[in-house]
């Protein structure tokens, strides 16, 4: 019982931070490997899936009432993601994807550094392409982190977002908004591959998706509330949080 309030406990703190800017996996994966140090990974990464598409998709929903999305063009870039997470998936049955270890800090250090140094980076919201080029960027992004997620995972949302804010002139609040649908395609390509493959926990998975729809809850309202520099703040320390974390986990663990 100890074990699943825990996990209840990390997952409504995940559903919080994943609802504002991406990178709930930082507390949820972590604290998952930590309660089954013995399962397979795998496993692991697909009963994370189970618990975090409920909360991806309820904020899906509360944004989607408020922010307004290029629907015309961001679902076939969703539909790429979704195949770029499928492809991850299946990857991650057959491949160790312990090599990216190393990498992942020193990337997220380079996104932290470049956000930091350009301060209104994603205060206003002001969009380079329309029409098939939008699509085709947001296609191209989906397919490269949706493989990503599927994959390994950690810091997917943050990588969405940052690259909606870099690539296609979004303010963090349309990024996050934006992110989201496309984090909820790649996450339930991801679950559907590891389910039909066994790897996936269920009853522990619906438990913690309780309370990641809880902490989904307040977390979207906070960003709607708030706006584009509170998005900003938060994709700041959870990038912060995601280096120390990663950085310890690949050099000095």
């Not at 938060?234 to 280096?243: N, T």
Request: charged share 10%; net charge positive.
């Amino acid at each position: 019982m100890l074990e699943f309030a825990l996990l209840a406990l990390a997952s409504l703190m995940a559903g919080f931070v994943d609802a504002v800017v991406g990178g709930g996996g930082l507390i949820l994966v972590p604290t998952l490997f930590s309660a089954f140090p013995q399962a397979a990974p795998a496993t692991l990464f697909g009963t994370n899936k189970a618990a975090a598409s409920w909360g991806t998709a309820w904020s899906t929903a509360q944004y989607v009432k408020r922010v307004s999305l290029n629907w015309r063009g961001l679902l076939p870039a969703a539909a790429v993601g979704v195949l770029g997470s499928f492809a991850g998936a299946w990857t991650v049955t057959l491949v160790d994807a312990g090599f990216l270890r190393r990498a992942l800090p020193l990337i997220l250090l380079a996104v932290l550094v470049y956000t930091l140094s350009r301060k209104d980076l994603g205060r206003h919201h002001a969009p380079r392409f329309t029409g098939r080029a939008e699509t085709g960027v947001a296609a191209a992004i989906g397919l490269c982190i949706g493989f990503y997620d599927g994959f390994f995972g950690p810091g997917t949302g943050s990588f969405f977002v940052f690259l909606f804010v870099r690539v296609l002139g979004y303010d963090f609040l349309n990024a996050s908004a934006t992110a989201k649908l496309m984090n909820l395609g790649t996450n339930l390509a991801a679950l559907a591959l590891l389910t039909a493959k066994g790897h996936v926990w269920w009853q522990i998975g619906l438990i913690m998706g309780a309370a990641n729809v809880l902490g989904s809850l307040v977390g979207t309202r906070m960003a709607l509330a708030r706006g584009a520099s509170f998005v900003r703040g938060m994709f700041v320390l959870v990038v912060s949080a995601l280096i120390l974390k990663t950085g310890w986990d690949a050099f000095l663990r």
